[in-house]
């Protein structure tokens, strides 16, 4: 990127000190940060840009997806479309994955008796890399532990000598074993250093892929081996690619017909106003602007809308965590709390809904306080405002015109610690 | 009653631990809460037949000064039993533990400051202040509020708040005694010999207003008539009398400056309210920060409580630029997707002619208002109970300078609640509480190493033209700023505009969060 904008004299002067960085691929595979693409004709001197044939065009991928109404979300199971959903954008996860759907490369690499990495299983491996690590460095402690105590004894034997208690400094002073040394040993001959570096993250695996499998006798293919996996998609991600960027098109299973949008709005509503599936709520129950959809969406789409990637939080007992370009990229920075407000306190009362009951305790701050703070991410409280339903009309409600009448402050929650601070 | 009185002891100075008061440098790491004993051990010699330690074949200790380190905790036995190395560490430390528990505690003569706890007042009266605390301590009431000793008018008499006197009085530098009127006057019937006079005072309170008048000129004749006695106190007595639990009088005098903290002051016990307080007083103190009220207390008339300077209100012209310029920001991001957003409901997008970005896209697609500068709904009804969020102290760092006729702008402000009864603050809440703080400048840089390149060239700016001028007197363009340096959008998104710091107390643990108002609408990563 940067030395595409440079101009040609200035890679003359820096070649020498730097090196030549490598382009990540990734910043190809992921480079669209939304599913649909924008072809602008590149611009020429002589004409003006604002002439017709100059105009950006839009390339929608058209994707589809079903409703299921058991789990209460949306499948994609097209292998093209569930590719352009995860590479542009990181919407939905797969069902059998951790995140990237990877079940079918697992699984032709396991057929094949390959050894390409998928991201599950750089975890995995790094997990027994950090068993071996830690088995080791217990070891280096009780090996100084009970050198320290053979001096101890001696210099017990001897009370001309002196003896320094070890303890202050035993433990951490022993020569351990690094984590680079445990981590190569086990991993044998080298698997793709960029997977092992970063956690949580997806692996570009197709060129290993490939290349693996032109080295097999016979490899399997992958359209030789039935795909048992789908991309599942939550309402949120449903609704904002269906309405808001109109590149997904929901099939609903009962009526066997794609849904509309003012269709679409009602289902995702009202699934979420029951709490079971096979109860369906009643219709006053759909009309309340705290129905927990319209909040989770509301917040979903303003985090959307500003640029992040959101991607669910419940591993980290939050609602939303907020990744920069992607998870491919770079760990997730926030971790948003939605905590709804009620414009009018009479509302909350009548409530059927049950998370306004959520405790917003101390106790209950700081244990998500707690467990962000250890995985270095930053808690955010979102301030979502539920509108007063003496000022939302049922019209209001019937159409995504209501988001409008919701707001998403932000609060930053970090730690004062005032031994740290004090200059 | 108490008759081991806790005068300090005057110890020679020699014998004294060399540390300063209220500079633990040692003390690097806030979440050390265990402290490591053997440090303040005794090193030449412990006390004879004493610890069990010392009646080892003394392994000689401290040959050489070893810097304890953080490391892994060995939290337990070996499998076969104890081992003689473990026992003896664990030995060594509860005999250091031990040792330095059992040292005299005092300080010199020359450092002890003598208060009198005036209950009437709620306040401790400090004629002779010694010492550097009262460069950030206390607070001067006029002379002729209840002089004591030979005071001429005039003189202003220095006078700590209960946690104040209670931090002094706990670590041994304060003397305090209980200011006590006897009256020479033979009782009246049904009363007392001595009886206290702030409990009539308290009782005269409690009466109706009528009677108000009277009772006050009783109490004048009262005064006039009794003796001062002066009682030392111990330090639970100062607790349980500074703490606001022995007499109705006491807790009213106590909990009034307290009532910000509190919904419905007269129904609760005023120790909750103060306890936290007094906590997070003591904690950010003996670390070193200078901690005063952020509401100066009841006081009478003509107290000079040092205060912060108050902020400047802009003025009308610049409240309307600020408006005009933040307009004109909303309308040109509006106006960035305005090619692609529509004004149907049903579908947001519409791409029509022209050239766009999926920035345009992105910006088109901000339908869901956000950020704090947006107005709050007001509800028709407001509910009427007090916030429990309202800042308490004001706090500056060790390292600013303070001086009580000239207080900066504090460094922080702090809001104490019981963890136990109160919820995270609701979003009124909050607002109330940023409405009333300064806007931060934005984060520093992060610290980098230093180039070993030579510095490069202070260019001046040229200086600014006339017109520049004109605007600048208009206040349209901001003043040209010392060294404008790129802030790293993370870093923007987590300090926020404005920040509070919250202290939720629990039963004597106290949590310290900040809470920042986000700015993630102006921060938007595409």
Redesign the interface.
């Known amino acids: 990127m940067a030395a595409s904008v440079a101009g040609p004299s200035t890679p003359a002067t820096t070649a020498p000190t730097k090196p030549k960085r490598r382009p990540n691929p990734n910043n190809v595979i992921y480079g669209n940060p939304l599913p649909i693409l924008i072809e602008t004709p590149p611009r020429t001197p002589y004409t003006l840009g604002f002439l017709p044939f100059h105009r950006s065009k839009i390339i929608n991928p058209e994707c589809s997806g079903i409703y299921d109404p058991l789990t209460r979300s949306v499948w994609v199971t097209g292998k093209r479309d569930v590719r352009v959903l995860w590479e542009r954008g990181f919407f939905g996860k797969g069902s059998l994955s951790r995140s990237e759907p990877s079940w079918l490369t697992r699984r032709v690499q396991q057929l094949n008796g390959g050894e390409v990495l998928t991201a599950e299983e750089v975890t995995a491996r790094r997990r027994e890399q950090r068993k071996h690590f830690k088995a080791s460095r217990t070891a280096a402690i009780q090996k100084a532990a009970q050198e320290a105590e053979a001096a101890f004894s001696a210099s017990l034997e001897s009370p001309a000598s002196t003896f320094e208690l070890p303890l202050v400094n035993a433990p951490h002073n022993v020569p351990r074993p690094t984590f680079e040394a445990a981590a190569s040993k086990a991993s044998g001959d080298g698997p793709p250093k960029a997977s092992e570096t970063k956690e949580d993250k997806g692996v570009n695996s197709e060129d290993e892929v490939e290349k693996q499998l032109r080295q097999q006798p016979e490899p399997l293919d992958e359209d030789q081996v039935e795909n048992m996996e789908h991309l599942q998609l939550t309402l949120q991600e449903a609704f904002f690619l269906a309405w808001g960027l109109g590149c997904l098109r929901v099939l609903d299973t009962e009526s066997g017909q794609y849904l509309s949008l003012p269709s679409l709005w009602a289902l995702c509503i009202s699934s979420s106003a029951s709490p079971l599936p096979s109860l369906p709520p009643t219709i006053d129950e759909c009309r309340r602007p705290d129905n927990p959809f319209l909040i989770h969406y509301a917040t979903y789409h303003h985090y959307r809308s500003l640029g992040w990637v959101v991607r669910g939080g419940i591993k980290f007992c939050v609602d939303y965590l907020l990744y920069k370009r992607g998870p491919v990229f770079t760990h997730a920075e926030f971790a948003i709390v939605i905590c709804p407000e009620y414009e009018d306190p009479a509302d909350a009362a009548s409530s059927p809904f049950h998370f306004q009951k959520e405790p917003f305790t101390w106790t209950w701050f700081s244990t998500i306080n707690r467990v962000n703070a250890q995985v270095k991410k930053t808690l955010i409280l979102a301030y979502v405002t539920i509108p007063a339903m003496s000022r939302v009309t049922e019209q209001d409600l019937d159409s995504p015109k209501s988001l409008s009448t919701y707001s998403v402050r932000e609060v930053v929650v970090r730690r004062f610690v005032p031994a740290r601070m004090r200059d | 009653m108490d008759d081991v009185l806790e005068t300090p002891a005057v110890l020679p100075e020699s014998t004294l631990p060399q540390t300063t008061p209220d500079a633990p440098e040692e003390?690097?790491?806030?979440?050390d809460d265990m402290p490591d004993w053997t440090r303040f051990a005794p090193q030449p010699s412990a006390p004879a037949g004493s610890s069990s330690s010392s009646s080892k074949?003394g392994?000689?200790?401290g040959?050489?000064q070893?810097i304890?380190?953080r490391?892994?905790k060995?939290f337990s036995p070996?499998a076969a039993g104890e081992?003689?190395?473990q026992s003896?560490?664990l030995q060594?430390a509860r005999g250091a533990m031990f040792d330095a528990l059992r040292a005299g505690r005092g300080s010199s003569s020359k450092n002890i400051t003598h208060g009198l706890w005036v209950p009437r007042l709620g306040r401790v009266k400090v004629p002779h202040p010694r010492g550097q605390y009262f460069t950030t301590m206390g607070h001067f009431l006029p002379a002729s509020e209840g002089t004591i000793g030979k005071e001429g008018k005039g003189v202003k008499q220095l006078v700590l708040l209960p946690e104040e006197a209670l931090y002094l009085i706990e670590r041994g530098s304060m003397a305090c005694e209980r200011e006590m009127r006897v009256q020479l006057r033979p009782p009246r019937s049904g009363e007392y010999g001595g009886r206290e006079e702030g409990k009539g005072a308290g009782d005269g309170e409690q009466g109706g207003e009528a009677a108000t008048k009277a009772q006050e000129e009783e109490e004048a004749k009262e005064r006039v008539e009794s003796v001062l006695h002066a009682v030392p106190m111990s330090v639970q007595q100062a607790y349980a009398e500074m703490l606001g639990t022995e007499g109705l009088t006491l807790e009213r005098y106590q909990v009034r400056p307290f009532s910000s903290l509190s919904c419905v002051t007269s129904l609760r016990p005023p120790l909750l309210e103060l306890t936290p307080a007094s906590q997070v007083y003591a904690?950010?103190r003996r670390?070193?920060?200078t901690v005063t009220r952020a509401h100066p207390p009841t006081s009478p008339e003509g107290a000079l409580f040092p205060r912060p300077p108050a902020r400047a209100q802009p003025t009308l012209w610049q409240r309307l630029s600020a408006h005009i310029r933040r307009w004109l920001v909303d309308w040109s991001r509006w106006g960035q997707g305005a090619g692609v957003r529509s004004g149907n409901?049903?579908?947001?997008?519409r791409?029509g002619?022209?050239?766009?970005?999926?920035r345009d896209?992105?910006?088109a697609?901000?339908?869901?208002?956000?950020?704090?500068k947006?107005p709050?709904?007001a509800?028709s009804n407001p509910?009427s109970t007090q916030s429990p969020y309202e800042v308490f102290f004001h706090v500056w760092?060790?390292?600013t300078p303070w001086k009580k006729t000239a207080v900066p702008p504090p460094d922080?402000e702090v809001i104490v609640?019981n963890?136990?009864t109160?919820?995270?603050p609701?979003?009124?809440e909050?607002a109330n509480v940023f409405d009333h703080l300064p806007v931060q400048p934005p984060p520093p840089p992060r610290k980098r190493p230093p180039p070993s390149a030579a510095p490069p060239a202070v260019t001046s700016p040229p200086p600014p033209s006339l017109l520049t001028h004109i605007k600048r007197l208009l206040h349209l363009t901001p003043p040209p700023k010392q060294k404008e340096h790129k802030v790293h959008p993370?870093a923007a998104?987590?300090?926020?505009r404005k920040?509070v710091?919250l202290a939720?107390v629990?039963a004597g643990s106290v949590?310290?969060?900040?809470?920042?108002?986000?700015?993630?609408?102006d921060w938007?990563?595409?």
């Open positions: 003390e690097e790491d806030g979440e074949p392994p000689a200790a040959k050489k070893i304890p380190q490391g892994d060995e070996s081992t003689a190395l003896y560490a060594r904690y950010l670390l070193g920060y409901w049903w579908a947001p997008l791409f002619w022209g050239r766009w970005t999926y896209i992105f910006t697609l901000r339908l869901i208002p956000s950020g704090h947006l709050l709904y509800p509910p760092r060790p390292s922080f609640v963890a136990n109160t919820r995270i609701t979003l009124a909050l993370f998104l987590k300090a926020g920040s710091v939720a629990d949590s310290l969060v900040r809470f920042s108002e986000g700015v993630f609408e938007p990563m595409v």
